[in-house]
């Protein structure tokens, strides 16, 4: 079965100072790829998915970017962090492979921005 | 859009007690629908599912059934335990197009007490 692994788990960054999560998927080719967040009290929000290399959808404005260099990586960035960006950031796939079609997430990032 | 509507929270129960959590959603197609735990500190597990109409799905004691007269997918189970304490999600994916990312309800976090 697909594994995703994402780090760091807990990141305390300034305002102002950029930002790069990591995500990288084991055990299958070709997913799909998402961003997620959840803000303190709220739902998970998409914030970007990918359906390959360099392909990357933008569900909302943000003050964040992402790109996916590798077939089974996907990375969110920012150049300036803000305040509201502090949250729980969740990566995660989706194949297709018959076997083990599905979603998978990863353990998640916990941001807060000071 | 597609949207999800969740029960608030926070639940508290007594252990053994009832648990129904309401999940209510709004698709433009035939979406499959889904529960999602979150245990503390941890990503996001896949609960139960149920791909079309009148199918029910069940794990650990969970069950929901898929409502399409009712667009609802309401999550029960009969005595619930001091570990089922999590966070729980409603979510939706259309069956069609080629990003599937699923879309979240807000949450609803059960505390089960002793």
């Known amino acids: 079965s697909q594994t995703i692994h994402q780090w760091p788990a807990t990141l305390v960054q300034p305002v102002g100072s950029p930002l790069s999560l990591e995500c990288t998927v084991e055990?299958?080719?070709?997913?799909?790829l998402y961003w997620y967040r959840q803000a303190a009290g709220r739902g998970l929000q998409l914030l970007f998915y990918?359906?390959?290399?360099?392909?990357i959808s933008s569900e909302v404005p943000q003050n964040l970017s992402a790109s996916r260099p590798q077939d089974r990586q996907f990375i969110l960035s920012s150049k300036k962090l803000l305040l509201s960006d502090s949250g729980f950031y969740l990566c995660?796939?989706?194949?297709?492979?018959?076997?083990?079609?599905?979603?998978?997430f990863g353990s998640g990032t916990r941001l807060t921005v000071v | 859009g597609d949207s999800v509507t969740q029960m608030e929270g926070p639940v508290t129960l007594s252990e053994e007690a009832f648990l129904t959590i309401n999940c209510t959603y709004t698709a433009t197609g035939y979406p499959s629908l889904f529960w999602y735990v979150q245990y503390p500190g941890e990503g996001l597990q896949l609960l139960l599912k149920?791909?079309?109409?009148?199918d029910k799905g069940s794990n650990k004691g969970f069950e929901a059934t898929y409502r399409k007269e009712t667009t609802s997918f309401h999550l029960e189970k009969g005595s619930v335990q001091v570990s089922d304490s999590a966070v729980y999600f409603c979510a939706l994916t259309e069956s069609s197009g080629s990003a599937r990312q699923l879309t979240f309800g807000s949450g609803t976090q059960l505390t089960v007490l002793p």
């Open positions: 055990g299958t080719s070709n997913p799909n």
């Open positions: 149920a791909t079309k109409a009148d």
């Open positions: 990918s359906v390959g290399i360099g392909q």
């Open positions: 995660a796939c989706y194949t297709r492979d018959r076997v083990v079609r599905g979603y998978t």
